[in-house]
């Protein structure tokens, strides 16, 4: 069984400085790995994703995520937050193994307050 | 390329009502289509999934049901709503398993905001 934790449910950062959205998974198999970001109201939006090549992902507006097996880590990161960055992050894995559909785990999110 | 469409985008309906929501994908044939619910602090829950018109998997035991009448639309169902229904709908789709480009992620709908009075 895969299962995911995200270890902060808030981060804040102001404009223009680092951001780091923690993500752990736990996966009995080879996992695809994912980074969904929400803004209020809206549907998820995929940033970014990892399927078993190189460990180092990057992304759309900026972000990237690093894959380490040895950690079970699939942590965000962003060298300077922007105010459009304010929204709900979700990291997320999925088996690739599973016969049906493409179920996907998601973790109970971090949501990222970016101050001026 | 592909789309999906999701509708209404928010639904107020007294309790005991019923509920229709719909979600069609274009620009591919035999999606995998999923409907979500996303409930205050209890994140995203997977309502049903399916593989295949009139094939149909629910997750979870509950009020609501989803039907597939054709390859691109999947909607969701209730026939007598309950307070505990309210929440932010999501339907996604994904590739076909056997499709060279399914890398497992899904694409999300603009969700549909049901409050129920």
């Known amino acids: 069984a895969q299962s995911v934790t995200q270890l902060d449910s808030h981060v804040s950062v102001s404009e223009g400085t680092p951001v780091l959205l923690r993500c752990n998974y736990s996966?009995?198999?080879?996992?695809?790995l994912f980074w969904y970001v929400q803004h209020p109201n809206k549907g998820l939006q995929l940033l970014l994703k990892?399927?078993?090549?190189?460990?180092l992902v990057k992304g759309i507006n900026g972000f990237e995520a690093e894959f380490k097996k040895s950690e079970t880590s699939f942590h965000l990161t962003k060298p300077s937050a922007h105010m459009s960055d304010a929204a709900e992050y979700f990291c997320?894995?999925?088996?690739?193994?599973?016969?049906?559909?493409?179920?996907?785990?998601f973790g109970a999110g971090t949501i990222l307050r970016v101050k001026s | 390329s592909q789309t999906i469409h999701q509708w209404p985008a928010t639904l107020v309906q007294p309790v005991g009502s019923p509920l229709s929501l719909e979600c069609t994908v274009e620009?591919?044939?035999?999606?995998?289509l999923y409907w979500y619910r996303q409930a205050a602090g209890r994140g995203l829950q997977l309502l049903f999934y399916?593989?295949?018109?009139?094939?149909i998997s629910s997750e979870v035991p509950q009020n609501l049901s989803a039907s597939r009448p054709q390859d691109r639309q999947f909607i969701l169902s209730s026939k007598k709503l309950l307070l505990s229904d309210s929440g932010f709908y999501l339907c996604?789709?994904?590739?076909?398993?056997?499709?060279?480009?399914?890398?497992?992620?899904?694409?999300f709908g603009e969700g549909s905001r049901l409050t129920v009075l």
């Open positions: 996604a789709w994904s590739w076909d398993r056997g499709a060279p480009q399914n890398t497992g992620e899904l694409f």
């Open positions: 996966s009995s198999y080879s996992p695809s």
């Open positions: 990892y399927t078993s090549a190189a460990t």
């Open positions: 997320v894995v999925s088996d690739r193994r599973v016969e049906y559909g493409n179920k996907l785990v």
């Open positions: 620009g591919t044939s035999n999606p995998n």
């Open positions: 399916s593989v295949g018109i009139g094939q």
